[in-house]
């Protein structure tokens, strides 16, 4: 069987395949139903400085080939996550990103300084794309020169991998990647969801208090796929690829793209299945390309390229 290891935003991570935030709770939610210790690492759902209680219901819908959230960043806060999430993860097989989300740059610095005395954080993703928040006013993953400042501040107190999530809700997805790397990131996560939204035909409204919401799933991995090219060919900052992944072609498209792992979100909710046959057609289509690896694949590409 084909080793499926790879090094990832300065990880080691013994598959490619990870729970994108939000899509597996803090980590042991959907167990047993899907493993948490399948994955090459989880990025556990974004803490905020203090607990909030999120947007009111309705918060989904569904789409043609997706889904819409209006979520805004429900979560039980750093202190719970550190005395109750955390602990619980210690047995789990998998590399441990913890997302955080904060209203300024101090903010998330005090809480990547929390963070850092913890030897079960493996890592940090800054989520500075979620558009659901009212109060911070602004999508800080649409301002480079914001996304600098936060990473540098999370950089000077977090000395282990940091990850910037970045929103495709930009003109130029690959200029606040660079800033990201100015910032000293050791990988930028692309993408959050796209703005979107639906309409009720007899309100003539949106279903949603916030109006607009998040658009993910199989819809979305075209944009994905785009948004961690553009990134890539410029060669600065490790890419980790998410949006739209579904199946073993999803992940290796993202790979191909140039991503160096791949999250996988809306696809936790709608199959729980696939991860372990992801996992399984993976290492079935290293074995029958005959390749002992995916860094083998991967100098195929570039040999083909
Ligand atoms: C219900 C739901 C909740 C989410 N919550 C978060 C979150 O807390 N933090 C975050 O960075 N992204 C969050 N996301 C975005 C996902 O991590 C991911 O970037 C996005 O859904 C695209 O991937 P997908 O198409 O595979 O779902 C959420 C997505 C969904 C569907």
Partial sequence: ??????????LELKNPMLAASGCFGYGLEADPVIPPSLFGGIVTKTITPAPRRGNPVPRLAE????????IGLENVGLDAFLADKLPAL??????????????????FAEMAERLAEH????????????PNVAEHGRNFAADPAAVAAIGK???????????????????????VARAAQDAGADAVTA????????????????????????????????????????IAREGGIPTIGVGGASS???LLKFLAAGAEAVQLGTVLFSDPGAP??????????LDAQGHTNLNSLREQWKEQA
């Fill in 1 to 10: 069987m084909a080793d499926l290891l790879v090094f990832a935003g300065g």
């Fill in 63 to 70: 789409t043609h080939a997706g889904m819409l959230n209006s």
């Fill in 90 to 107: 210690e047995d789990v097989d998998s590399k441990i990103v913890v997302s955080v989300s904060a209203g300024s740059a101090g903010e």
């Fill in 119 to 130: 030897a079960r954080v493996d890592a940090l993703e800054l989520n500075l794309s979620c």
């Fill in 153 to 175: 501040a999370v950089r000077r107190v977090f000395a282990r991998p940091m990850w910037i999530k970045l929103s495709p809700n930009v003109t130029d997805i690959s200029e």
């Fill in 191 to 230: 993408i959050n969801t796209l703005l979107g939204m639906d309409i009720n035909i007899d309100s003539g409204k949106s279903p949603f208090a916030r109006v607009t919401a998040g658009l993910s799933g199989p819809a979305i991995l075209p944009v994905a796929l785009a948004a961690v090219w553009r």
């Fill in 248 to 250: 073993a072609k999803g």
């Fill in 276 to 285: 372990q046959r992801i996992l399984d057609d993976l290492a079935t289509h």
